[in-house]
């Protein structure tokens, strides 16, 4: 009996162990060839190659300085193998003086650990020159990899600076947004770079290696190539961008041309920045001098400089006025002064303009007849229809973070602060000042609808890949409106070429224009103050802004100019020489046809 209990659990214990077998051997197969494959098989990504930017004129703007990075094996930090790690240093040293060992190996250290099978970035970009001539002598260290890694160039250095952006390494917070950025690691981080970055860094190309148990390459399974080296084309001429950035470069401000179908030919923000000091890295020193440059060289002035626009907004509220409570008949006898509420509203004329319809208002810059025209229309009129000709929002450009400004409202302040509107701050919105706020994007953008009837949207990008940008309109404009928005046009003509016109002494083009001039005042003046001081008198940081918006040829619009100069005082003073350059040089260059 005992005998017979031993052969049965005998017996059991070799049909268990043979079902084992069978399981593990027939039924499981798949899953550990699976688990073989995941250990034997390495899948990397291919980082691909940042597409070039290039100017209306294929001029390149933004492209790729060729390089190369260098790796070392992993798993040499610790005490048996570090004299190794400090050999392959000390070549490299030898080889390529410029590189600092102590940098590399503590990059080296940091990025080691067991669980670490790849090689570690010490160098992450050697020139071409520089590699070439030792690049076979490296080449044989089995512990060295040298890779081909380019290099985000910027021939034009700081010219449109802030049009073109920059890129820079990415952080952890982009690599989450985008996990491309782990094997690329550069990002666009402001500007066009930043807007297209995800068009211009492409497509991750995919290779599967069979590796040894020392994680050795024998066998290439699959390769696909990344989609890479996109082109974009920008409407930009960097040769009429040069030419604007020599001319303002003593000044700070903003400068924008653009055609009547929204393609903007330049654009400056100034001051501007040289673009390679961020592309591996800005030091600390230049960061701080940057942001702390009181003329603000970091800031994009074209998309979030917020101004207050002054007599430029005229050219919008005398439209508004003249189709809505009032018509083009209506005028003022403009004093020099004009009392609400026990405050005295000065025009800027100190002895006044006489009798004022809208036409002369605009030629002459009357603020004696806003102020008026204002108080029989009212605020909300006002706001609503700055709002429609695309003041108080984004105009759309293809340019990252943009600003909207401010349309003063009764709705607004109560939101804002919560009190009552008063009838004194619809007289300063009319003549642009108070809250009201906005940037110079936005004035080339009101310009173009006076000048077109239609509300364009800006664009930089003429063509991405294959896809060319088509111009984009909106028909924003009652029919009253765009029956009576000639004689606005008018107004704007005699500012660039009339007798008493704001901006006619300052003008010498070939090229008929209109348009408005502006001060906005940076500092209030006191109510007391009996005589106002000359701009030039002022302190520089105290000095109001100086506008000059235009478009031409008169009769035929084909381009805005618009040009802001910090602190430059008169707009016709400050920018008229900067705009009629601007126009000769269209004309000479062939854009402007009469």
């Known amino acids: ?20 077998v069978f399981y ?32 209306r ?18 798993h040499l930090s610790s005490k048996k193998n570090m004299a190794t790690l400090d050999e392959e240093l000390d070549a490299l040293v030898k080889y390529i003086p410029a590189l600092d060992k102590a940098k590399m190996k503590k990059e080296y250290i940091k990025n080691d650990s067991y669980y670490n099978q790849d090689y570690i970035e010490v160098a992450s970009f050697i020139s071409y020159k520089d590699i070439m001539p030792v690049y076979s002598i490296l080449n044989l260290r089995e512990n060295i990899h040298i890779i081909s890694a380019p290099k985000r160039f910027y021939p034009y250095s700081d010219t449109a600076s802030h049009i073109i952006g920059y890129v820079s390494n990415a952080n952890q917070n982009d690599i989450d947004r985008d996990p491309l950025l782990s094997i690329i690691g550069s990002v666009g981080k402001n500007g066009i770079e930043r807007y297209y970055n995800t068009f211009l860094e492409g497509e991750a ?11 050795e390459e024998i066998q290439e399974l699959y390769h696909k190539n990344p989609v890479e080296n996109r082109k974009l084309i920008l409407s930009i001429d960097m040769n009429l961008q040069k030419y604007i950035s020599d001319m303002f470069k003593d000044e700070s401000g903003a400068v924008i041309v653009m055609d009547v179908n929204g393609a903007v030919l330049a654009a400056g923000s100034f001051p501007e920045y040289d673009l390679n000091t961020f592309v ?65 509203f000065r025009c800027w004329k100190k002895d006044g303009h006489g009798h004022t319809d809208i036409r002369k208002a605009i030629r002459e810059s009357c603020d004696d007849y806003f102020y008026k025209a204002s108080v029989n229309t009212g605020i909300e009129t006002m706001s609503k229809g700055m709002l429609r000709y695309g003041l108080g ?30 009838i004194g701050e619809t007289l300063n919105t009319a003549i642009g000042q108070g809250d009201f706020l906005v940037t110079p994007m936005q004035v080339a953008q009101l310009t173009a609808l006076i000048a077109t009837g239609k509300l364009v949207t800006p664009h930089v990008a003429q063509k991405v890949g294959d896809e060319e940008i088509k111009p984009e309109f909106r028909d924003v404009l009652s029919d009253i409106e765009k029956k009576k928005i000639g004689i606005i046009r008018q107004g704007m003509y005699d500012v660039c070429n009339a007798d008493h016109g704001t901006a006619t002494p300052f003008l010498h083009t070939k090229v008929r224009l209109a348009g408005k001039t502006g001060t906005a005042q940076v500092v209030g003046i006191s109510q007391e103050t009996k005589k106002r001081l000359q701009e030039h008198e002022m302190k520089y940081y105290t000095r109001s802004h100086a506008w000059l918006t235009t478009y031409g040829p008169y009769k035929n619009p084909q381009y805005i100019v618009t040009v802001l100069v910090e602190h430059g005082g008169h707009g016709g003073h400050a920018a008229g020489d900067i705009v009629s350059k601007i126009y000769d040089k269209l004309l000479q260059d062939g854009y402007i046809k009469k």
């Not at 060839?33 to 990397?44: C, F, P």
């Not at 294929?58 to 070392?72: Q, S, T």
């Not at 979030?304 to 809505?324: A, Q, R, W």
Request: proline share 5%; aromatic share 10%.
């Open 1 to 20: 009996m005992r005998l017979k209990i031993i052969l049965l659990i005998f017996t059991v214990a070799w049909i268990s162990l043979i079902v084992r």
């Open 24 to 55: 593990l051997a027939i039924q499981h197969n798949d899953y550990y060839e699976d688990l073989s494959d995941k250990n034997t098989i390495k899948t990397e990504l291919i980082a691909p190659v940042r597409g070039e930017i290039l100017d």
């Open 57 to 74: 004129n294929n001029n390149p703007i933004a492209i790729n300085k060729l390089g190369f990075k260098i790796e070392i094996a992993p």
């Open 205 to 215: 190309g995919e290779r599967k290696v069979k590796v040894s148990a020392k994680n």
């Open 280 to 344: 591996s890295g800005i030091s600390t020193e230049r960061w701080k001098e940057l942001i702390e440059d009181i003329d603000a060289p970091f800031t994009n002035k074209l998309i979030n400089g917020l101004y207050p626009p002054g007599s430029v907004v005229k050219i919008g509220l005398g439209l508004i006025f003249i189709t809505t409570t009032l018509n083009e008949r209506w005028g003022v006898n403009c004093t020099g002064s004009y009392v609400v509420s026990n405050r005295n």
């Open 393 to 422: 929002e984004k105009t759309g450009i293809d340019l990252p973070n943009e600003f909207i400004g401010t349309i003063p409202s009764r709705e607004w302040k109560r939101k804002k602060y919560n009190q009552a509107w008063y």
